[in-house]
C-alpha cells in the first residue's frame, strides 16, 4: 500500500505527493509520458523522488520537523514563506509539486541519486625540480543538477540553506 504524508506527521509515509496528484500536475503541465505508467511504476517514481529531497533537502529546510515520528522532512514548524507561518498540519503545494516534478523525471530513466564519479586525480601538469604537480580539476558535483527545483522550493530553505539557521529581519 503507498502511503502519501498528509501533513499529520505519519510514520510509515512514502511519498509527498499522491498519484492522484501527481496524474493531474503532469496532465496540467502536458507531460505525455507519465499518463500510460502504470500505477506500481508511478508509485516507485514518487518514491525515489521522495528519497532524492530526503538525502538532498533534509539539512537545508527551515523550521523543524512538527512530529520526532514522522518519516518525511514535512510537515515542518517554524517556517514562514513570504512573512506568513506555514501551517504545521500541511505538505505546502510547492513541496508536493517538487517531487511530482522530480517523479517524472524518474520515471523517464533520470537517476535522481547517482553514485558520483569523482575522478581518478590524473596529473595535468609535472614539474621536477623544484617538485610541482598539478591535477586536471575535478568538475564532478551533483549540486545545482535540478535548478527549477531548488528555485522552487528555496522559499522554504533557512537563511544560509542549513540547519537550524533562521531568516533575521531588521525593521
Known amino acids: 500500500m503507498f502511503i ?30 507519465w499518463a500510460p505508467r502504470t500505477e506500481a511504476s508511478k508509485e ?21 520537523r512538527a512530529h520526532q515520528t514522522q518519516a518525511l522532512d514535512w510537515p515542518r514548524y517554524g517556517v514562514c514563506v513570504d512573512g506568513f507561518p506555514v501551517l504545521t498540519t500541511i505538505v505546502p503545494v510547492e513541496v508536493c509539486n517538487a517531487c511530482i516534478d522530480l517523479a517524472a523525471r524518474a520515471a523517464d530513466g533520470t537517476e535522481l541519486l ?6 581518478n586525480n590524473q ?14 580539476e575535478n568538475n564532478t558535483s551533483a549540486a545545482g543538477r535540478f535548478v527549477a527545483i531548488d528555485a ?20
Open 44 to 64: 516507485i517514481a514518487l518514491r525515489n523522488a521522495t528519497r532524492f529531497m530526503l538525502a538532498t533537502y533534509r539539512q537545508r529546510w527551515a523550521g523543524r
Open 152 to 171: 522552487m522550493l528555496q522559499p522554504f530553505f533557512g537563511a544560509a540553506g542549513g540547519a537550524g539557521m533562521i531568516k533575521v529581519v531588521r525593521a
Open 114 to 119: 547517482p553514485d558520483l564519479d569523482v575522478g
Open 4 to 33: 502519501t504524508e498528509t501533513g499529520a506527521g505519519l510514520p510509515n509515509a512514502e511519498s509527498y505527493a499522491s498519484v492522484a496528484a501527481a496524474d493531474a500536475r503532469c496532465t496540467a503541465l502536458g507531460i505525455t509520458n
Open 123 to 136: 596529473i595535468k601538469r609535472d614539474k621536477t625540480g623544484p617538485i610541482e604537480t598539478e591535477y586536471f
